[in-house]
């Protein structure tokens, strides 16, 4: 049985909060959240026995170690109110106000969806639901934290949800970790993750650990001592700690080729200094007493890594022979190291400008991406944009001024332009690199100084979109030109009504009265007259449609999208026969049952009835019951047909949510056959009749509608 350690109470968790909030109104927002989550999750448990208000409790206790604000604490003691509780997005709102029911809807949003497969579809699809959620980068701490947790009771999930968790982790929430610096976090799920899905190599390293932990323990005491004997004999002030390096730290050096036996430098110290000199001074003291391994010192403080992360490593020659790796840092730069951006709220204040300034910057990305992601209507491309500069390597190149810039592999002068302004990046016509003139789609290399110059009169060109690698630039180069186009459309969409109403020899002013004014708005879903003059000048509508939906059609958008399904000509009972492999024969009735409606890629069986052939039914459907009538059938790989389904889709009532779902089934293989809705009080519930080749699209279509913001969920149903 797992060994479980004793869950956190709020009173310890309290006293160490009570050392990090700066205003007791903080810790009055937070003892509110405890107590409105402890009243929504009484008397329930989790998996592993532990009462409910433990989990929200670990998950604020881990988010508390890395000095997050009083708002992430609160969110996190909330985080599964909505999702684990008859709790009310309103409800939240009303109590705790609009920043804090933000973040717990996207949470929730996030905590709903799961892969779906191992693909690197799926993966690529969850992170940019992930990403597009998180609108604030808070909401990603709370995930961490929470898997965190999660992971840490794994245990109490059977081994098959064990390992579909661990995988969900690695690919896609410890890349996301890692991003984002969050070391503490990240080191942890690594361990966990291969614990569950390589359980005997987990342990192997495990047991060779222990057999010799004593005198491994003894190498690290003994080595601390000598090295704090330099040190302070050198007047420098310091701390020092030993460890025995991570399993997972040590199962990827065994990975890369190496035996247990030839893994050396399985012992690290880390040394905590007060100034960035003091770092030099100790290392240079250090390799003259221990005779450094060639080529295996590394400066991250002149040249930090990606994630902000900074320190000096070396690796030497200890007691006895061993190798030992060694890290020297300051007491912030390890605050940086294993927090990250959530940091960035402890430096709000007290923090070096060059550190704000870098998280600032990571920070602009991360908001960049998100922006991307609302432009952005392929898959395709934001995978590759989340790929190329949230996911990717980075340099750090400089202005004059000696400012850092981060920018992501391969970047130009107009990605380092935009990066220090929207305004800069508009008006550069040229760039030096190193004093050196450059083409402005030269791709800049870690460590360039880089000058801008610009012009006032100058403005972005349309080939620059052919070269630049930010999002931050893409978008703006593209705001700029949407601007002047948005400026040609509505006066263009201006003169198409004009002409339509003067071809059919109407008044303008008895055609654009006030109430149908607001009748276009609202059955075309725009903002505005101004917005519905883009749109048609767009020639997203006609303006025949338009005028028809004054005088003629009474009927908003939606009501033409469901006449469109009922009066679908394909809507006609089809017969499955090539689409099925049935056992023994190849002319046979084939039908899909309509009590399951089983499609591509389900687990299925055949019934055999006295007229009607064979009718096939999901393996689980609750009316099979062992009969000599079932026979075995397959689907058949090659067939590309679509079939049935039939969907539950539960909205908040008032929010026209049809054309948000129409919309998302037009951008997949889905094609709604029906629809029905049902009122449910507060709520309308849809159900849906859908088309689809397979499982994974239909997956991917309800993934997709539980990310609609005022849809509270969507699945699959037996009809």
Same mark, same amino acid.
């Given at each position: ?23 007791? #109104? ?45 708002? /992430? ?15 009310? $997005? ?8 609009? #920043? ?68 969900? %982790? ?9 991003? $984002? ?44 001592? +000598?090295?704090?004997?330099?040190? %302070?004999?050198?007047? &420098?002030?310091? @701390? ?15 990975? +890369? ?19 960035? @000199?003091?770092?030099?001074? %100790? ?42 790796? *060694?890290?020297?840092? =300051? ?21 070096? *400008? ?9 920070? #602009? ?6 922006? @991307? ?38 970047? %130009? ?14 008006? =550069? ?24 110059? =610009? ?21 703006? &180069? ?8 948005? *400026? ?23 055609? $654009? ?68 492999? *049935? ?52 689907? +058949? ?8 389904? #039939? ?47 397979? /499982?994974?699209? $239909? ?21």
């Amino acid at each position: 049985m797992e060994q479980k350690n004793k869950p956190i109470t709020y009173d310890e968790l309290y006293a160490k909060l009570v050392k990090i909030m700066k205003k007791d #109104e903080e810790l009055d927002v937070i003892n509110k959240a405890y107590t409105f989550a402890l009243e929504k999750h009484k008397d329930k448990k989790r998996k592993n026995g532990d009462v409910y208000i433990s989990h929200p409790l670990e998950v604020a206790n881990i988010l508390s170690d890395l000095n997050v604000d009083y708002i /992430t604490i609160a969110c996190a003691l909330l985080h599964e109110t909505l999702n684990h509780s008859e709790t009310t $997005l309103d409800e939240i709102r009303k109590n705790f106000g609009e #920043e804090i029911s933000t973040i717990i809807k996207s949470i929730s949003k996030i905590n709903k969806l799961e892969l779906s497969d191992n693909k690197d579809s799926s993966v690529q699809y969850l992170r940019k639901v992930l990403v597009g959620l998180s609108e604030d980068v808070r909401v990603l701490f709370i995930k961490l934290a929470d898997r965190l947790h999660n992971m840490r009771t794994l245990y109490a999930l059977s081994s098959e949800e064990q390992k579909q968790k661990a995988n969900e %982790t690695a690919t896609v929430l410890i890349p996301i970790a890692s991003r $984002l610096g969050i070391n503490s976090i990240k080191g942890e799920l690594e361990d966990l993750c291969l614990r569950y899905t390589k359980p005997d190599v987990y342990q192997d390293i495990l047991d060779k650990l222990e057999a010799s932990r004593e005198e491994l323990n003894e190498l690290l005491i003994e080595m601390k001592e +000598n090295i704090s004997e330099i040190l %302070t004999s050198n007047g &420098i002030k310091f @701390q020092i700690k030993g460890r025995v390096k991570s399993v997972h730290s040590l199962y990827n050096k065994m990975d +890369n080729g190496k035996r247990w036996n030839d893994i050396y430098d399985i012992l690290a110290l880390r040394v905590f200094v007060e100034t960035e @000199q003091d770092c030099y001074a %100790t290392i240079g003291l250090i390799h003259a007493k221990f005779r450094p391994m060639p080529r295996r010192f590394k400066d991250y403080i002149a040249n930090p890594k990606e994630n902000m992360y900074q320190s000096l490593h070396t690796t030497i020659f200890g007691v006895e022979g061993n190798l030992f790796e *060694v890290q020297v840092r =300051t007491y912030e730069m390890d605050e940086i190291a294993e927090k990250g951006i959530a940091s960035h709220w402890s430096y709000k204040e007290k923090g070096s *400008v060059k550190i704000q300034n870098l998280m600032e910057q990571k920070l #602009e990305m991360f908001r960049n991406i998100i922006e @991307q992601n609302n432009e952005t209507t392929s898959d395709m491309e934001f995978a590759s944009n989340l790929n190329e500069e949230l996911l990717s390597d980075v340099i750090y190149c400089f202005t004059p001024k000696g400012d850092v810039i981060e920018l992501p592999k391969h970047a %130009t002068p107009i990605d380092f332009a935009y990066r220090i302004h929207s305004g800069v990046g508009d008006r =550069t016509i040229g760039a030096l690199v190193n004093d050196q003139i450059v083409p402005l789609n030269y791709e800049l290399q870690d460590g360039d100084i880089v000058k801008i110059n =610009t012009a006032k009169e100058s403005s972005p060109k349309q080939d620059w979109l052919n070269f630049v690698k930010t999002s931050q630039a893409r978008s703006k &180069i593209k705001a700029f030109f949407n601007k002047q186009d948005r *400026v040609h459309y509505i006066e263009q969409g201006k003169n198409l009504l004009e002409k339509e109403i003067r071809r059919r020899k109407l008044s303008y002013n008895e055609v $654009l009265t006030d109430e149908h004014i607001n009748k276009l708005i609202k059955d075309t879903h725009t903002n505005d007259l101004e917005e519905l003059y883009l749109s048609l000048g767009a020639l997203q509508f006609t303006p025949s449609y338009l005028i028809n939906l004054i005088y003629e059609d009474k009927k908003d958008v939606v009501d033409i999208y469901l006449a469109k399904c009922s009066q679908n000509p394909n809507n006609k009972e089809k017969k499955y026969k090539d689409d099925i492999l *049935v056992a023994g024969t190849n002319d046979i009735l084939v039908s899909m049952a309509k009590c399951c409606r089983p499609i591509k890629g389900d687990k299925i069986v055949g019934y055999i009835t006295k007229g009607d052939g064979v009718i096939v039914h999901k393996s689980n459907c609750p009316n099979i019951k062992e009969s000599s009538r079932l026979i075995s059938v397959e689907w +058949n790989e090659n067939t590309n047909s679509s079939f049935l389904a #039939e969907l539950s889709v539960k909205a908040i009532k008032g929010n026209n949510t049809l054309l948000s779902i129409f919309t998302k089934a037009s951008q997949k293989e889905i094609f709604i056959e029906t629809m029905n809705s049902y009122d449910e009080g507060d709520y309308i519930r849809y159900i849906l009749l859908v088309k689809t080749p397979n /499982t994974n699209e $239909l997956d991917l279509f309800i993934n997709e509608l539980k990310a609609i913001n005022d849809i509270i969920e969507a699945e699959r149903t037996i009809a």
